[in-house]
Protein backbone atom coordinates (compact mmCIF):
# COMPACT_ATOMS: atom_id res chain seq x y z
CA UNK A 1 0.00 0.00 0.00
CA UNK A 2 1.05 2.99 -1.18
CA UNK A 3 -0.44 6.72 0.25
CA UNK A 4 -0.19 10.04 -1.82
CA UNK A 5 -0.78 13.31 -2.41
CA UNK A 6 -3.18 13.68 -5.30
CA UNK A 7 -1.73 17.32 -7.12
CA UNK A 8 -4.01 17.46 -10.35
CA UNK A 9 -6.99 20.02 -8.56
CA UNK A 10 -6.85 22.17 -4.98
CA UNK A 11 -8.64 19.45 -3.44
CA UNK A 12 -5.33 17.44 -2.61
CA UNK A 13 -6.90 14.68 -1.53
CA UNK A 14 -4.85 11.63 0.66
CA UNK A 15 -4.98 8.71 -1.92
CA UNK A 16 -4.16 4.64 -1.00
CA UNK A 17 -3.00 2.87 -3.66
CA UNK A 18 -2.94 -0.89 -3.55
CA UNK A 19 -1.39 -3.05 -6.27
CA UNK A 20 -3.05 -6.20 -7.38
CA UNK A 21 -2.18 -8.42 -10.27
CA UNK A 22 -0.58 -5.60 -12.03
CA UNK A 23 -3.15 -3.20 -11.31
CA UNK A 24 -4.13 -0.45 -8.69
CA UNK A 25 -7.20 -0.09 -6.59
CA UNK A 26 -6.77 3.63 -5.47
CA UNK A 27 -9.03 5.22 -3.04
CA UNK A 28 -9.34 8.24 -1.26
CA UNK A 29 -10.00 10.35 -4.61
CA UNK A 30 -12.35 12.94 -4.82
CA UNK A 31 -12.95 12.45 -8.90
CA UNK A 32 -11.64 10.69 -11.24
CA UNK A 33 -8.37 12.66 -11.65
CA UNK A 34 -6.92 11.17 -8.69
CA UNK A 35 -7.28 7.47 -10.23
CA UNK A 36 -5.46 8.51 -13.27
CA UNK A 37 -2.31 10.32 -11.06
CA UNK A 38 -2.31 7.62 -8.49
CA UNK A 39 -1.70 4.82 -12.02
CA UNK A 40 0.62 7.39 -13.68
CA UNK A 41 2.90 7.73 -10.13
CA UNK A 42 2.73 4.50 -9.98
CA UNK A 43 3.73 3.13 -13.51
CA UNK A 44 5.93 6.09 -14.96
CA UNK A 45 6.37 9.11 -12.50
CA UNK A 46 7.04 12.68 -14.44
CA UNK A 47 7.88 15.75 -13.29
CA UNK A 48 9.06 19.06 -14.40
CA UNK A 49 12.04 20.95 -13.97
CA UNK A 50 12.31 24.76 -13.11
CA UNK A 51 16.14 25.84 -12.57
CA UNK A 52 18.12 28.86 -13.73
CA UNK A 53 21.19 28.70 -15.57
CA UNK A 54 23.88 31.37 -16.99
CA UNK A 55 23.81 33.91 -19.66
CA UNK A 56 26.17 36.08 -21.09
CA UNK A 57 25.60 39.48 -22.53
CA UNK A 58 22.18 40.38 -20.86
CA UNK A 59 21.10 43.22 -18.55
CA UNK A 60 21.24 40.34 -15.85
CA UNK A 61 23.47 37.27 -14.96
CA UNK A 62 21.25 34.65 -14.78
CA UNK A 63 18.19 33.13 -16.94
CA UNK A 64 14.89 31.21 -15.74
CA UNK A 65 14.20 28.41 -17.78
CA UNK A 66 11.37 25.06 -17.68
CA UNK A 67 10.79 21.98 -19.01
CA UNK A 68 8.05 22.47 -21.53
CA UNK A 69 6.40 19.44 -20.60
CA UNK A 70 7.34 16.70 -18.02
CA UNK A 71 9.63 13.92 -18.10
CA UNK A 72 10.55 10.92 -16.42
CA UNK A 73 11.28 11.73 -12.69
CA UNK A 74 14.21 8.92 -12.51
CA UNK A 75 16.10 11.95 -15.13
CA UNK A 76 15.38 15.17 -13.52
CA UNK A 77 18.86 14.89 -11.24
CA UNK A 78 20.72 14.89 -14.88
CA UNK A 79 18.40 16.93 -16.53
CA UNK A 80 19.34 19.67 -13.93
CA UNK A 81 23.05 18.96 -13.94
CA UNK A 82 23.34 19.57 -17.44
CA UNK A 83 21.44 22.70 -17.54
CA UNK A 84 24.17 24.11 -15.00
CA UNK A 85 26.91 23.64 -17.58
CA UNK A 86 24.85 25.44 -20.18
CA UNK A 87 25.75 29.24 -20.61
CA UNK A 88 22.84 30.98 -23.00
CA UNK A 89 23.40 33.36 -24.75
CA UNK A 90 21.23 37.10 -24.80
CA UNK A 91 19.04 38.24 -26.00
CA UNK A 92 16.58 36.01 -24.96
CA UNK A 93 12.82 35.95 -25.18
CA UNK A 94 9.88 34.58 -23.04
CA UNK A 95 9.32 30.78 -25.08
CA UNK A 96 12.67 30.37 -26.01
CA UNK A 97 13.99 27.18 -26.97
CA UNK A 98 17.35 27.04 -25.09
CA UNK A 99 17.85 23.24 -25.09
CA UNK A 100 16.41 20.87 -27.35
CA UNK A 101 15.33 17.42 -26.89
CA UNK A 102 16.94 16.76 -23.57
CA UNK A 103 18.50 13.97 -22.44
CA UNK A 104 16.48 12.38 -25.57
CA UNK A 105 12.88 12.86 -23.85
CA UNK A 106 11.53 15.33 -26.52
CA UNK A 107 10.63 17.57 -24.30
CA UNK A 108 12.40 21.11 -24.76
CA UNK A 109 13.72 23.48 -22.13
CA UNK A 110 12.64 27.19 -22.65
CA UNK A 111 13.26 30.56 -21.20
CA UNK A 112 10.41 31.84 -18.70
CA UNK A 113 11.73 35.55 -18.79
CA UNK A 114 13.16 38.39 -21.07
CA UNK A 115 16.66 39.17 -21.09
CA UNK A 116 17.18 41.86 -23.27
CA UNK A 117 21.53 42.82 -24.21
CA UNK A 118 23.29 44.71 -22.32
Do not use: Q, W
Not at 19 to 39: P, Q
Amino acid sequence: MTELICINCPVSCALLVTERDGSFDVSGNECKLGICYAEAEKTSPMRHISTSLHIKGGNMPMLSVKTKTPIPKGLVMEAVRLLHTIEAEAPVSIGDVIVADILGTGCDIVATRHVPLL
